[in-house]
């Protein structure tokens, strides 16, 4: 295998033992970038030139014996988190030219961690999207098939991923946006519970739901990178001061004990069947490994997508209101008024998809409808919280397709918004309670496209996520397989 091809905590060892250099690792990343992201278009900004300077560190550090978790392992970052120096544009034209001052919180993590920071990956702008066809940088494809969608909005973190373009990547999840591309890309994706990593510098979408997780080749780089990222923070106000366990310390063998809940609503009509057949197969190996399933009722789950998309484009349209033209980014030039300036600014400088959301959230929240909309989506997701908190006293974990089909082809969805929306129709519920969700690879369909499992758990039970992960992958054929580039 090729060095790029590694995972983190193989990496380690070899980079520990001197069996290779950072500099060399780095290198290796960087020539497979080269090599296929004119096929793949992961990388909005590439960081080619520092991340050499961090390996070189890295390598001094590693003769020491010193360095963090992270030491030397490349990394890439979904274009939504402020790294110092560095451009960070959201995958929007608003914000092609801005270099942030200041990193995000998981960056200075990663910094600290020893991590080699290789650039900035594409996403669907500002987050807002199923397939991150929404960027204004160009489409990532899906490197088991580029004809077909990678996932949104985190599409370039999963996508570089799978094509071994990075070791590991960042990104964001506010309606499924990490595990949706994970299933679509055959990595490990997790969002954690809400205020278990810092959004400090995060580039908010909707703040009651967005959060930070990783994007990995394997369930233990997934643990071990989410330990490294996770913590409580006091410039994130939404931070919760709770103790990090050892997220590696949960990759043991067998399940004995645990009690899955398979939703019901999570298998009804619509679910593609071979997407059915794979969960299904997960299902069944999970209980080889000693785990107890046992049916339950999500009852509000269809309320879900209609409660987010009234919640997160109305705090979308608060969140964005920052972008106008006159402190940072993009700038009309040609206003004869500060009133056309803004128009023309936000006008040109947002896509089309942005501006629907900004547009629907300003409707839900004005005179006369916030009631009827905001106030009855905030209800809903009330219920939606209950549904959890009654579920997760009979199981320990939940288990269900992550999306109800494969990948589909690029510009397949694109002229039909609501059907794109309703791809997030399992992975939406998650968010809206907060609570820790992953996708792990758990089979193809007969066209070869990834399918991936999702696990659901109470808050702040990351650990469950990842023991019954780490089983599955366990007993399972996939991890390791390679697109073919």
Not at 254 to 270: N, Q, V
Request: proline content about 5%; some cysteine.
């Amino acid at each position: 295998m090729k060095f790029n091809q590694y995972t983190i905590h193989e990496l380690q060892d070899k980079l520990a033992a001197r069996e290779i250099s950072a500099v060399e690792l780095t290198e290796a990343v960087f020539a497979r970038i080269a090599e296929v992201d004119d096929q793949v278009n992961a990388y909005i900004t590439l960081n080619k030139d520092e991340a050499l300077v961090q390996a070189a560190a890295a390598d001094k550090l590693l003769e020491q014996k010193k360095g963090g978790p992270l030491c030397g392992i490349p990394l890439a970052i979904k274009d939504v988190m402020c790294t110092r120096g560095l451009r960070t544009t959201a995958g929007s034209k608003i914000l092609e030219s801005f270099i942030p001052p200041y990193d995000a919180t998981v960056i200075e993590k990663l910094r600290e961690a020893g991590a080699v920071i290789c650039g900035k990956v594409s996403m669907d702008e500002f987050a807002m999207g199923s397939s991150n066809e929404n960027c204004a940088y160009g489409v990532p494809h899906n490197p088991w098939n580029l004809d077909y969608i990678c996932g949104g909005s985190s599409g370039g973190s999963a996508a570089a991923v799978a094509a071994d373009e990075c070791i590991a990547s960042l990104g964001s999840d506010t309606g499924g946006s990490i595990r949706q591309p994970g299933s679509h890309c055959s990595v490990v994706g997790l969002k954690p519970t809400y205020g278990r990593v810092s959004r400090f510098g995060l580039l908010a979408y909707a703040s009651s739901l967005d959060q930070i997780g990783p994007l990995t080749k394997d369930v233990r780089d997934c643990a071990l990178l989410l330990k490294v990222i996770s913590g409580y923070d006091r410039q994130d106000s939404t931070s919760v001061a709770q103790p990090v366990p050892d997220y590696l310390s949960a990759l043991e063998p067998g399940l004995d004990g645990l009690k899955i809940g398979i939703p019901r609503e999570y298998f009804a009509e619509g679910l593609d069947p071979e997407v059915n057949e794979a969960i299904l197969t997960g299902i069944a190996e999970l209980r080889g490994a000693g785990a107890e399933t046992v049916e339950v009722s999500l009852p509000h789950t269809d309320y879900g997508v209609a409660a987010y998309y009234i919640i997160a484009p109305a705090e979308a349209g608060s969140n964005l209101s920052r972008y106008d033209g006159v402190r940072f980014g993009y700038r009309d030039k040609e206003a004869d008024s500060l009133l056309e300036m803004y128009e023309k600014t936000r006008s040109q400088g947002f896509g089309d998809e942005v501006k629907r959301r900004i547009m629907i959230g300003t409707y839900a929240l004005s005179s006369g409808y916030y009631d009827a909309y905001y106030k009855k989506a905030s209800q809903v997701r009330t219920l939606i919280v209950e549904d959890y908190q009654k579920v997760f006293s009979q199981c320990d974990i939940l288990v269900s397709p992550v999306s109800p089909m494969p990948a589909w082809r690029l510009g397949e969805k694109t002229d039909d918004p609501l059907s794109m929306y309703l791809a997030d129709a399992l992975t939406i519920p998650a968010n809206l309670a907060g609570i820790p969700a992953l996708s792990v690879p758990c089979g193809f369909s007969s066209a070869g496209m990834p399918i991936g499992l999702q696990i659901q758990a109470g808050h702040f039970n990351e650990e469950k996520l990842l023991k019954a992960a780490f089983n599955l992958e366990s007993a399972l054929e996939v991890k390791g397989q390679k697109p073919k580039l």
